[in-house]
């Protein structure tokens, strides 16, 4: 099909245009001018279209066009389009006159789509798009933008009169509807500010919600632009300016996007972010790359769009005309100037002045919130949001008064709204008064694959995690509500990671800033050692139970050494806990908050005995006892003492007793050449067990056979215990997560990997495993984190028999296989692993011996070559994708 001279004309224009706007942005243009120069390019070729459109039905008297308007609304109608967005068109008619443009419709929508813009077009009548609008919260946004473009004025202006006087008619629900919308989007495209790889336009705080104050003005003020709300007194001069200053930056990395695809691509991914970086000059400091200053100054305008938004929606919410007149008899006066109400607490005008510029009285208003479970309303926090503008760095050091000390720690204390206080506080810049370090922090990208969220983000979920134990039934929650100084908890949880983007190790800079917080909040000797240590250590748990066998008696007396007393135990296993939960969504898993109780009940009932050591040893005892109880008056008694002395501590708990027993009778029934494997779905970790026995000698390799017998069925494996008894007899466990089901994988499932786990020990096949590649969502390029190499480690310290590696490496199917292979061909007995996953990059542990000696490996040259040969092992592996 022809396409008519006037599209061909358009599709040119539209060519050219585009290539001009590209070289004003690349040129260094402020972005809402390439915005609005686009927009009046599109503009121009729209009615162009039109206006042939119109003639050419019009030339038979079919549609007269002057009781027409053609409207533009959305982008287009607010004049900035970015140069791949979406082209948003009503045609407006008369009420009943439908049909009589339906020609015109039809070929002006067809010659917008052979243009190549990417068009919403409709028409409608005055009523009909006022009533959609009601009833639609896209089409009401919309057209909330409306501008005329072409035909009668009068027709608009009775479009603009009808939808204005609805939405002030329908306010509430309106706003109600807005709000909502906004918040669905939210869910969808990110549910904070501080989302690692945002979308510039969906994501909070992005573009849509300086679209979203627009939309509220108007609906409540009868006003949609910025300059007409500051000047009724509905936005503040220093939020004017933000919104400005955020719009540009926000419209110039949208542009920036959208050129650089060549489509509407909205995602900041890591690799545009370090790109934007270079590009936008940075050039890094001491401890902070050049994307995590672009990415802090990023964070910084969308944080201030989402609290200036926040604001404006509760200050426009309407108010019942008899609310000032009942306020006084449903509320109580509390210390002269502050009101408790059934659901909030505020402060008179005489309590408002009380408030500005002390921050003690800021911090009591705070800490009677949290005492009376209430929520503060807006006005009080605009009071104290208008008093705490930003401040200088020598401001917020100075010392702070006994008295703001005192209550900020009394507030710590209260679990009850502590998160939500805590992060109000932190929007108005009145937490980094308290705690400096937090002005560090704001905004701080971890440019990693471990965090999903930035560095103050992340502390500030910790600290809602910790409270959220508060209803928590099990362990966690008892040991929660059992722990007398929750204030120092709560402080260490602020301060643990606030030591990142600084060259020296995080752990150590925080120690430093913890003594330094201690002496500025004057905590007595024995709270700040507990804090320092808190936060120097808040890892130590976490790789504890992760890389290392929590079994051991050697690793769990010292660790309990280490920390010294119960007290400070209950804490760090709390802190561990929600350290890890405020890392992404999924990292605390069922299977490592078990793994971490099971280490702290282990490590609580060393502490709470007269010697550590002596403990461990008993416990490993009673459980041989109890087992071997089990079993006298089994056939074999010799056999079954023997096995069960020889078992190491890992197999001893690893199920109870009685499942032990069982197991080991199946293995005692094999033949040298035989192998069995069975499998059962452990509701308690969330994660499948499967027990694989056999004799060593059957195959060799067995570990990494069976890694990858594992892999290839898609089993993400979480731990394996690996262990050679006596008589050569072979006891391995895994605990997996099938990627194929989302709870317990049913019988037949169960049954096919336990056929492959024996069939990769009894067929003679030397071809690799075949890994199924299934799409599992967009994943960054390594290459954008290169700052985070594969690194293996060796610890000859740690473990008595056994040498440690330790493995760090983005994941990716077959790695685990490789590495393990790799093992085995260098002559390595692989006895315990511990494999563990944080988003997309993962750490596997290995305690190996020379296969030969049976003994752990000490020649530097040798362990120097099984670093390098694991290292190009792993980097062999594909990356997915590539």
């Known amino acids: 099909m022809r396409l008519a001279p006037v599209v061909c004309d358009a599709r040119a224009v539209l060519a050219r245009g585009r290539e001009k706007v590209r070289r004003q942005h690349e040129s260094g243009s402020p972005a809402v001018q390439v915005c609005a120069h686009w927009t009046q390019l599109v503009e121009e070729v729209v009615l162009l279209l039109y206006r042939e459109a119109l003639a050419s039905e019009a030339h038979g008297g079919r549609c007269d066009g002057q009781r027409l308007a053609l409207v533009a609304h959305s982008g287009l109608g607010r004049r900035a389009m970015a140069p791949y967005s979406d082209v948003d068109l009503m045609l407006l008619y008369p009420d009943g006159s439908g049909d009589a443009v339906a020609g015109l419709v039809r070929r002006f929508a067809q010659w917008l789509y052979d243009s190549g813009l990417l068009v919403g077009f409709a028409a409608r009548g005055v009523e009909e798009a006022c009533q959609l609008a009601l009833a639609d919260a896209t089409i009401l946004t919309g057209l909330i933008e409306a501008r005329w473009l072409a035909g009668s004025p009068a027709l608009f202006a009775q479009f603009e009169r009808r939808l204005a006087r609805l939405s002030q008619r329908h306010v509430a629900r309106l706003l109600a509807m807005v709000e909502a919308a906004r918040q669905e989007e939210q869910a969808r495209y990110g549910e904070t500010v501080f989302l690692l790889e945002p979308n510039v336009k969906r ?220 992060r109000r506080l932190h929007e108005l810049r009145v937490l980094e008064q308290l705690i400096p370090a937090m002005r560090h922090a704001r905004g701080l990208l971890q440019f990693n694959a471990y965090h999903r969220y930035t560095v103050d983000e992340h502390s500030l979920r910790v600290v809602e995690y910790l409270t959220s134990l508060q209803q928590d039934a099990e362990v966690p929650g008892q040991v929660y509500r059992s722990i007398a100084s929750k204030a120092i908890l709560h402080l260490a949880a602020l301060l643990h990671d606030l030591g990142k983007g600084y060259p020296e190790d995080h752990c150590l800079v925080g120690a430093q800033l913890a003594e330094q917080t201690a002496q500025r909040l004057f905590l007595s000797g024995q709270d700040a050692e507990i804090l320092r240590f808190l936060v120097q250590h808040h890892l130590r748990m976490s790789h504890l139970a992760q890389r290392q066998d929590i079994h051991d008696a050697q690793v769990v007396v ?298 752990k490996i000490t020649d530097a040259a040798r362990l120097a070559d099984i670093r390098q040969r694991l290292l190009a092992a792993i980097e062999a592996v594909p990356q997915e994708g590539l």
Not at 738 to 766: F, K
Request: aromatic letters at 8%; glycine letters at 6%.
């Open 203 to 422: 994501s909070r705080g992005g573009l849509r919600d300086l679209q979203f104050i627009r939309w509220v003005g108007y609906l409540r003020f009868g006003q949609r632009e910025y300059d007409a709300l500051a000047q009724t007194g509905h936005l503040a001069r220093e939020e004017l300016r933000q919104l400005r200053d955020a719009q540009e930056f926000l419209l110039e990395v949208r542009n920036d996007l959208h050129f650089f695809h060549g489509k509407a691509e909205d995602v900041l991914d890591r690799e545009q972010q370090v790109r934007l970086a270079q590009r936008r000059g940075y050039r890094g400091s001491e401890g902070l790359l050049p994307v995590e200053q672009f990415m802090q100054e990023y964070f910084q305008h969308t944080s201030q769009v989402q609290q200036i938004a926040s604001h404006l929606l509760e200050v426009a919410r309407p108010r019942r005309w008899w609310w000032p007149w009942l306020q006084p008899l449903v509320s109580h006066q509390f210390e002269g100037d502050f009101r408790v109400g059934p659901t909030t607490i505020w402060a008179t005008r005489r309590g408002r002045a009380r408030l500005r510029g002390n921050l003690a009285e800021v911090l009591r208003l705070l800490e009677l919130a949290s005492l009376y479970d209430k929520r503060i309303d807006e006005a009080t926090w605009q009071a104290i949001r208008a008093d705490q503008l930003p401040r200088s760095v020598q401001e917020i050091t100075q010392p702070l008064p006994r008295e703001v000390a005192e209550r900020f720690l009394a507030l710590l204390s209260r679990p009850t709204r502590l998160g939500e206080l805590l």
């Open 558 to 855: 010292a660790f309990a050494v280490e920390v010294g007393s119960p007290e400070v135990l209950h804490m760090l296993y709390v802190l561990t806990l929600a350290d890890l939960a405020a890392v992404g969504p999924g990292v605390l898993n069922q299977w490592k908050r078990q793994l971490l109780t099971e280490l702290y009940q282990h490590a609580l009932e060393l502490l709470t005995s007269d010697s550590p050591a002596e403990a461990a040893s008993q416990r490993v005892q009673q459980r041989r006892e109890e087992i071997l109880t089990l079993v006298r008056r089994r056939e074999g008694l010799a056999w079954w003492e023997t096995q069960v002395i020889s078992l190491p501590a890992s197999s001893l708990f690893a199920v109870p007793p009685a499942q032990l027993v069982e197991e080991l009778d199946r293995l005692r029934r094999l033949s040298r050449r035989e192998a069995v494997a069975w499998g059962r779905y452990c509701e308690s970790r969330q994660a499948v067990e499967y027990t694989v026995g056999t004799y060593e000698e059957i195959t060799p390799g067995i570990f990494h056979k069976l890694t990858g017998a594992l892999t290839s069925q898609r089993q993400q494996i979480l731990a394996a215990d690996i262990n050679t008894l006596a008589e050569g007899l072979v006891l391995d466990r895994f605990y997996v997560q099938d990627q194929d089901y989302s709870g317990p994988p049913p019988q037949a499932r169960l049954d096919e990997i336990c056929r492959s786990l024996v069939a990769a020990l009894t067929e003679r096949a030397d071809k690799p495993p075949v890994f199924r590649r299934l799409w599992q969502g967009r994943r960054s390029s390594p290459s954008t984190t290169q700052h985070l190499p594969t690194r293996v480690t060796v610890d000859n310290r740690t473990a008595e028999r056994f040498t440690i590696l330790a493995t760090f490496a983005y994941d990716r199917m077959g790695l685990l296989y490789a590495i393990t292979r790799t093992l085995f061909e260098m002559g390595l007995s692989v006895s315990k692993a511990k494999i563990g996953t944080h988003l997309d990059q993962v750490v596997d542990v290995f305690y190996v011996t020379d296969r030969a000696t049976g003994r």
